[in-house]
């Protein structure tokens, strides 16, 4: 009989999710109809045990078919140590695994040990879906606390940091080269340098080819905006931080840059928006300047054949200092809380989190590591573009804002507002005010249902 036939602690009860399902919960599925999230009693689909007696776990994840091999090399190393439990790898890509996680864990199929988004972890923790991984062995003492913050919640610990990330733009040193534009000083340069720096290149460079790409679509920025004025995007009560007016100022300035060719067209945008990484104007070459997380650099350079740089966000004051950035859990690892096994999914994401043998595997594929032991023990095994992600991470530690508010729920909605209301500006069909005021107002509705 297996350690875990039978002996396992069945996990504390949870109480049942909502009924009337996540309404335009998981952006890619907005669409979705309602849809019952009521527990049942049996738990996870997956067996106990398979044929051999050893604890079966299910594990999913998303990303790319890169990371697919250190995940599966992590998994290895782990079945090594531990021959008592066997791991069932299920991936994809970003866009269809909300569609499938939450249809999974309305009909109580849900996946053992689940990557989860910073922007989706409070849903699901809310409702009861998550697993209290304090409770199961998991080892805390040596990751980055206040990074380890963003997984606690009323719930519990139910989500471990996969890495560290920071909201960077990564340029292309040969579009600027071509352009015959030096690279710009991030450690002073202001938002209007940034125009500046954007909108000469554009003129250098030949038709289809643009200082930046438009940061529309992406939370961050605009999260830096906010930060960089005073404000944070989420209050700590749960809703949000700002007001519509600090939200004009944004796309007020996303205009100026469309207005002197910083930025390529609206249509342009848009298309661009629908990239995969390996095809965006970063990886092509069409753009000098593109905002990314920090752990993105790696493929980013795969894609684009060349060296990359790292960059720090522009201030309003010019300083580094003032560009108020945080360091963001990448992912997180948790666990279904009705998982079958719930000792041999903690044995798995304390391994994830914290063994020196996981480390080597995954190396800087899902952000610089959160533990500070793992961290010094694979530094000599990275790729040199891991090493300039982790250069960059430590060397803005000093520089840090304050730790961002938790992300509540409702907050996998808040792209797609951005995105609608950034493209109606884009488009002319709204002011910057109006836009704002609309995409408060749906923000504020979103985290209130």
């Not at 500046?196 to 605009?222: E, N, R, W």
């Not at 044995?347 to 010094?376: C, M, W, Y």
Request: proline share 6%.
């Amino acid at each position: 009989m297996s350690l875990f036939e039978n002996t396992t602690p069945q996990p504390p009860a949870r109480p049942e999710l909502s009924r009337r399902g996540f309404h335009r919960l998981f952006g890619a599925a907005a669409a979705a109809t309602t849809v019952s999230l009521a527990l049942a009693a049996c738990g996870s689909g997956a067996p106990a045990t398979n044929a051999a007696g050893q604890a079966e776990l299910r594990f999913s994840w998303w990303g790319s078919d890169g990371r697919v091999k250190v995940t599966t090399a992590a998994i290895s190393a782990f079945e090594a140590e531990f021959t008592d439990i066997k791991i069932r790898p299920e991936y994809g890509d970003w866009s269809g695994y909300w569609d499938k996680l939450a249809t999974q864990t309305a009909g109580n199929d849900a996946p053992d040990v689940i990557q989860m988004d910073e922007k989706y972890i409070a849903e699901y923790s809310s409702r009861g879906a998550l697993l209290d991984l304090s409770k199961y062995g998991v080892d805390t003492t040596n990751l980055v606390q206040d990074v380890l913050k963003a997984g606690q919640s009323d719930a519990g610990l139910t989500g471990i940091p996969a890495g560290i990330n920071a909201a960077t733009i990564i340029a292309n040193p040969n579009v600027f080269k071509d352009a015959g534009v030096e690279l710009p000083d991030d450690q002073t340069w202001t938002w209007d340098d940034y125009k500046d720096i954007a909108a000469k290149v554009t003129a250098g460079s030949p038709d289809g080819v643009f200082g930046s790409t438009a940061y529309s679509a992406d939370q961050a920025s605009l999260n830096v905006w906010l930060r960089q004025g005073g404000k944070e995007f989420y209050s700590t009560d749960g809703g949000l931080g700002f007001e519509p007016a600090d939200m004009e100022g944004w796309l007020a300035f996303l205009i100026d840059l469309a207005q002197v060719k910083a930025i390529p067209p609206a249509s342009s945008v848009i298309e661009e928006q629908a990239s995969s990484l390996d095809q965006s104007a970063t990886a092509t070459h069409k753009a000098a300047m593109s905002f990314w997380w920090s752990n993105q650099l790696p493929a980013l350079e795969n894609a684009a054949g060349t060296e990359l740089v790292i960059l720090n966000y522009p201030s309003k004051t010019g300083s580094s200092a003032d560009a108020k950035l945080w360091y963001k859990p990448s992912q997180f690892w948790s666990a279904s809380s009705r998982t079958k096994n719930p000792e041999a999914a903690g044995k798995l994401i304390n391994f994830l989190a914290n063994s020196t043998a996981a480390g080597e595997a995954l190396l800087a594929d899902r952000g610089v590591p959160t533990s500070t032991v793992v961290r010094a023990a694979v530094a000599d095994k990275m790729t040199p573009a891991d090493v300039r992600v982790i250069e960059f991470i430590d060397g803005i530690k000093d520089k840090l804002g304050p730790v961002p508010p938790a992300v509540p729920k409702g907050a996998g909605a808040m792209e797609d507002i951005i995105k609608r209301y950034a493209s109606e500006v884009m488009f002319k069909r709204q002011s910057p005010a109006d836009a704002a005021t609309g995409a408060v107002g749906e923000m504020n509705a979103a985290l209130g249902s």
